[in-house]
């Protein structure tokens, strides 16, 4: 499986109508979490996140929203932000243009963002105008780091360097709150938190 762990400026150059970092002078970082909520995940990683006072930006898929409400009411009620992933995870290179955007519709209707990351990265630029029209509205955020989370190959501590490594101010950081990803996210989550807050950093959420 190849991907950027930290994204290549090149890239940000080309697709320069989707954010992929924050501009800050501030030792500020941005931690978000894609595919929840998940039942024991996302709590995890809520706890995580209030015992040093972080917010962050959570990724919502439509189907789990409607599955766990609670958890996603927890996310609301903390105040983290949420931005729509879609209601079924769905690949915008492998899906039709009208499929696609009636997918983002539906999970609009339960996830109240101006925020849409989505999933594997993959947006055609046509899906892409879309979004910004009336119908959706939306501010599609990429990221600068990937912890590599959802990778099979990747150990915990190398997740965990993954960020350390190549996380700068203004850096947009993806972690999974999700099945796949729970082992990792929660061995090295907590040594972010841990190691940045010891440097000064605080955990900022996304805005619209």
């Known amino acids: 499986m190849f991907y950027f762990v930290k994204t290549p400026g090149w890239l940000k150059k080309i697709y320069s109508d989707r954010v992929w970092e924050i501009a800050t002078t501030e030792k500020q970082l941005f931690l978000t979490f894609d595919d929840g909520p998940h039942p024991a995940v996302t709590p995890f990683v809520l706890d995580e996140l209030q015992k040093v ?3 962050a930006t959570f990724f919502c898929i ?3 929203v409607v599955a766990h409400p609670e958890i996603y009411s927890r996310i609301l009620d903390e105040g983290h932000a949420v931005g729509n992933h879609t209601f079924n995870h769905l690949n915008g290179w492998k899906t039709g243009d009208a499929i696609y ?3 983002i519709a539906e999970a609009k209707k339960y996830i109240d963002s101006k925020l849409f990351r989505p999933p594997y990265g993959r947006i055609s630029s046509f899906q ?3 979004l910004k029209a009336d119908r959706f509205e939306l501010k599609t955020i990429m990221w600068t780091v990937l912890s590599g989370d959802f990778d099979t190959s990747v150990n915990n501590e190398r997740c ?4 350390v490594l190549h996380a700068k101010e203004g850096s947009v950081i993806v972690f999974h709150d999700s099945e796949k990803a729970g082992e990792k996210v929660k061995f090295a989550l907590p040594r972010v938190l841990n190691y940045f807050s010891g440097k000064g950093f605080s955990f900022e959420k ?3």
């Open 128 to 130: 892409q105008k879309q």
């Open 160 to 163: 965990l360097q993954n960020v």
């Open 206 to 208: 996304l805005s619209a």
């Open 62 to 64: 439509g189907k789990n």
């Open 101 to 103: 955007l009636d997918d």
């Open 53 to 55: 006072g972080a917010k």
